[in-house]
Nanobody, 125 residues
Framework: HVQLVESGGGSVQVGGSLRLSCVAS????????MGWFRQAPGKEREGVAA???????FYEDSVKGRFTISRDSAKNTFYLKANNLNPDDTARYYC????????????????????WGQGTQVTVS
């Protein structure tokens, strides 16, 4: 059973930055697809950023150029660095892990991720 524990959320002013962390209880995080999702009140959960096992990264359009996903295999931890935050980024952020970033057609997909953390709140005001 994979456990994911997020940290690093909090309240930040507009234009500020945060770094979210997710520690994964897997053998080697480099074997998995790792991602960050968020859900704002009254909205559906959406994918934010992901990093595939062989390195490619994927970003939701509204965060491109502002958010960066990375991983530290030695610590079994992956991160989301969020810069230039704005109120639309306010949400509960979840880390997730899946054996693969691709769907059955071989394309990247935000759907059907298997393992999830409990989430960490980010509030921008």
């Amino acid at each position: 059973h994979v456990q994911l524990v997020e940290s690093g959320g909090g309240s930040v002013q507009v234009g500020g930055s945060l770094r979210l962390s997710c520690v994964a209880s897997v053998d080697t995080i480099g074997r998995y697809c790792m991602g960050w999702f968020r859900q704002a009140p009254g909205k559906e959960r959406e994918g934010v950023a992901a990093i595939d096992s062989d390195g490619p990264t994927f970003y939701e359009d509204s965060v491109k150029g502002r958010f960066t996903i990375s991983r530290d295999s030695a610590k079994n931890t992956f991160y989301l660095k969020a810069n230039n935050l704005n109120p639309d980024d306010t949400a509960r952020y979840y880390c997730a892990v899946d054996p693969t970033c691709e769907d059955d057609s071989g394309q990247f997909s935000w759907d059907d991720w298997v393992y999830w953390g409990q989430g960490t709140q980010v509030t921008v005001s």
